[in-house]
Each structure stands twice: as C-alpha cells, then as structure tokens.
C-alpha cells in the first residue's frame, strides 16, 4: 500500500514537473538557442557528442583508454605554439587556418606527431607500450605547459585549453567540426569490419593479410582527430571521459560492436544536450556539466542492471526453495 | 611423483640408448604419388633473433589426417605453427600448402590460438565471430553478400552452434568456444587447421564435444594439426603423431612412433612410461608440472 502511495506521489510529482516545463517551455528550451553563440555550442556539443561515442567505442573494446588520455594532453604544444602565434598576430597565411581557430590545427599537428612518436616507441616490442605513451604524454604535457608559461596572463588562457571553453567556437569552427566528424565517421563506416577483426583478433587478421599496421596507424589518427575536434568542448582534462563513458554505458547494455557504436552515439549526444542546459540554467562550465551527465547514465545503467541480477538471483534462490520444500515435508 | 620401478628396467632399451637425434632422412616420409599433401612443411627453422624457435622440422599431411604435435612446454610448438600460419618469418626451409607456396595460401591454413589470448569480452556474437574470417573474401568497401552468410551459416551448422548464433562469446561454454573456433576456419574454407592446445582446460564432456567435432572435420577433408599436452588422447584419436623438442624427435603413424623411446626423448627423460599390451597407459610427467 504504502508502495502504491509513493508511485502515485512520484507520478504527481513528475506531471508537475512537465507542467512547469511545458509552460516555461520557451524560457527552458528555446531562449538559449535565440543566441546564435550558444546554438552554435549546441550543434557542436552533440556533433562531438555522436563522434566521440563512436570512436569511444574502439578505444573501449581495445583497452586504450590509456593511449587516449596520453593523446589529449600530448596536443598541448602545438595549441601553445598556435596561440603564441595568434597572440603575435602572426597566423599561417592558410585559407581555412587564417579564418578557424589557429589552435584546432595545431593540437592536430601536434596530436600527428606524439602519435606516430608513440608508434614508433612501442614497435617491436622493445619497450612495454604504457611505458612509451607514458614517457610522451608527459614530456609532451610539460613541453606545452612550459610554452604556454611564457606568455603572460597564461592561467586564463591554459584553464580554457585545460577544461574547454564552448563558447569560443566560431562559425568557421563549427564547419571544421563538422567536416572533421563527417570524415571520421565515414573511415569508422567504411573499415567497420576491419577495425572490429583487427581489434577482437589481430593474429587472424594477419593470417588473412591485411595490412594491420595501416589500419593500427589509422586508428590511432581517428582518435587524434576526435580528441583535437571535442578541445574546445571538454578541453583536455575531460577529454576521456567523453570517449570512454558513454562507450563503456553501451557496453552494458549491448554485445555488439554496432550496437555498442550507435547507442554510445546516442548517449553522448543526449549528455551533450542535457549538459548544455543543465551549464545554461544552473550556470556551471559546460564542459563538465556534459561529462557529469554521461557520468550520472552510466551509474544509472550500471546500478540497475547490478539490481536485475541482484532480483533475479532472489527468484532463482526462491524458486529453488519452492522445489525443494514439499520433498523436505 | 616418483615411480616405483626406474623406466630402465621396464624397458631396457632406455638406458643403453645413445643415438644422434633422428637425422631427417630417417623419418618415415608418408611417399604418395597420387594425392597432394594438403600441407607440407620442408625444414623448417624458425628463430627469435639467435634462439631457436623450433629447427629442422620436416613433415606433411594428406587431407582429412588428424595429427596431434606433442612436446614439453616451451618445445616450440606454438612457434611452429605461427611460421606455418604465415605469422613469423622462416629462417630456413619452405612450406607448401595444397602444393602451391604458402605465400599465396597462407590464409588456407586456420589458426586456433590459445583459449588465453582470445577476449572473451569483447561485444560480438557468435556470428559475428565467424563472419570475421570471410573478411578477405568480402573484400574491402563492402558488406558481406549471400554468399558469405551462407558460408557462416553452413559453418555454424557443421559445429552445431548454429542455434547458439545470437550468443555472445563470452557466454558460452568451453567447448562451445573452441566450436565457434572450428566454424571460423569451416568458413575460412580452409584446408589446415590448426589448434593450439585445444583441450586445455576442459572438462572430458567438452573434449568428447570438440573430438566428434573433429570427426565431422575428417569427413569434409580438413587436416587438423593440434598440439596437445594430453598423451593419452594422442596415442588414441590421431593418425600421426609429430614429437618435438626443438628439434624433431619423430614424426608417423602414431602405432609407430607413439612408444617409449621416442616419448623418453621429446620429454627428455622425465616422463616415464607404463605400455600394458595395447592401450597405452602414460604416467608421471614431471616436466609438465613444473609450468
């Protein structure tokens, strides 16, 4: 009874909820988007959202997670040299460089490089590859740090690269963003089959002779590429948990890789989305509004799929006892 | 565990045994002129640098044969069959698969490894798993056609997984893992198989499950080199029998070559043989139980 009560009390609860919602529905959900900045964000939150999910889901599946959070803070000089540069009012006279963001090409230049670097440490086996990547993250991290220190008034300018800063997305980034997404996305696509043969099984991938190392080198940079593309969402700090979170919820759900892509997709994109007005409406740095929601789903799936297994343990024990009791008797 | 009675008195052969290791021009060469061997291995010296992997190895198989690679730990048997998988590179001798060079047909030959190195975890169904292996034929830029499914669904079928397809890998039983296996060579169409101590780890069920397996295997043509700890099951339900210590120590028909002396030498004298008339009864194998 007392159950009864509460369910009811809780349904009250959420139709006055959306009552509220749906008359505010104009100050809740469409007055941020009146801002051609914040719509902006927006798309390039959920943009961010669907690639980092997808990508996400190969970093999980392949246990790099590590790698990742090395490659996010190894960009780090590169965006230091591009933002000296672009203080100086000395920007590479580039169409697409001289109009976007300078630091987007930099943080890619830079992620390229610690890449292939990282490649080159752990080939042949001569030294244990969290050892390589953690030797070039944090030689790479300090490089940059120290780059950066030079300038003055640098600790506004490193807690934006550090922890993102959504706002400063221009109308030429919001392109690049989306050609960058749309290119990654099309590589996942079209080398799906590869990538999940060369992930769950390289030594048959062998055998069948494809050119593992090719494919290896191209994930690596599809990694680097969404890592550069999600800075200015999450910066470099947050930058992991936006690949594997998201990632790791699907996994629970799902056992498919596809699966597993698609729904991480989603995921992430709806943390953007719930992130962004929960930064908007509570006035918390978007960044990590977006990580904590895709933090707080992953708890949610995870407590209650523990919960499922906790119930459906109870009724196998009680259908157990029920077999047993009459023959007892 | 120590025997009572010293092998030597049992049989004496043992301790006045002194000859080189079997040169290869001793082996007993299966001479057939009519049929290809569906695989031949020519010599075959693998090495990491300046050790040797496994030396001089010199053997073949007709298709359809079943043969079991025996050896202590570390004889070089999963060395072996990376080189003949086409995974390491062969420092000396050749191997031909189906009469043609392996560098155009290694992807006939399957490998099974080792039940450890696989992750289990990993989100994909049995499907899935098998469908890996069509990869090739798929080609890039494409998605698996008819055909394809086809061929994974007869694979399935042939292990008798095919209603366990929608399961996720992780899920399944050790035997019905090592199926799943076998079904990705079936729809490799592969001509070799390869199995990396299939039978580790499970229980006598699972293996009676993987050995009808393997008969079906026999009946579509399929050569089965698996390497095994289990001496026992060797000296019953294999054709051949290929001992290895590095080097080759011999290689025939298992009623051949599966006796104590050859047994004494690929395990270097600690396993010690019991041989009552017919079955061959194996006890005590110290060098095994130190791994």
Known sequence: MINVLATLSLWELIQRGWDVLLRDYHWFITKPLEIALLQRSLEAAILVGVLSGVVG???VVRGMSFFADALSHSILPGVAIMYQRSRAGDVPDIPGVRDANPLLWGALGAGIVSTFLI??????????????????FAGMFALGIAMVSRVESYAGDLTHILF????????????????????????????????????????????????????????????????VVSLQIVGISLMLALLITPAATASLITHRLHWMMILAALMGSASSIIGFYASYHLDVA??????????????????????????????YRLRQTQETSPTNT | MKPAIAPEEVYPELAVYSDPITTIESLPMVVSEDVTPAIEVVNLTVRYGQVPGCEAIHFSAFPGERIAVIGPNGAGKSTLFKAMVGLLPMYSGSISVGGESCAASHFRVSYVPQHESVDWKFPANVWDVVMMSRTRHIGYFRAPRKADRQAVRDALEKVEMWHLRHRQIGQLSGGQRRR?????????????LLMDEPFAG???????????????????????????HNLGQAAHHYDKVLMM???????????????????SRTFGGFLTVWQDQSPYTVIADDSCHEC
């Open chain 2, 180 to 192: 799943v296996f076998i079904a990705r060579a079936l729809a490799q169409k592969a001509a070799v």
């Open chain 1, 119 to 136: 490649g080159f440490l752990t080939r042949h086996e001569r030294l244990r590859s969290d050892t390589a990547i953690g030797i070039v």
């Open chain 1, 164 to 227: 993102g800063q959504i706002l400063g997305i221009g109308p030429q980034d919001l392109n690049i963003i989306i050609g960058f997404s749309m290119v990654v996305l099309l590589v996942v696509i079209i080398f799906y089959k590869e990538f999940m043969l060369i992930s769950f099984d390289p030594l048959l991938a062998k055998t069948l002779r494809l050119p593992t190392e090719f494919f290896r080198y191209l994930l690596l940079l599809l990694i680097a590429t969404t890592i």
């Open chain 2, 245 to 263: 210590n590095r080097q080759q120590i011999a290689f025939g028909p298992t009623a051949e070559v599966f006796n104590a002396k050859n047994l």
């Open chain 1, 286 to 315: 978007t960044g990590p509004a977006i990580v904590l929601v895709a933090t707080g789903m992953f708890g949610v799936v995870f407590l209650e799929q523990t919960l499922q297994n906790q119930v459906r343990w109870g009724l």
């Open chain 1, 57 to 59: 889901s190969l970093v």
């Open chain 2, 202 to 228: 499970v229980d006598a069920s699972a293996e009676a499950e993987i050995m009808g397996v393997l008969d079906t295997l026999r009946e579509l043509k399929v050569t089965i080199i698996v390497s095994t």
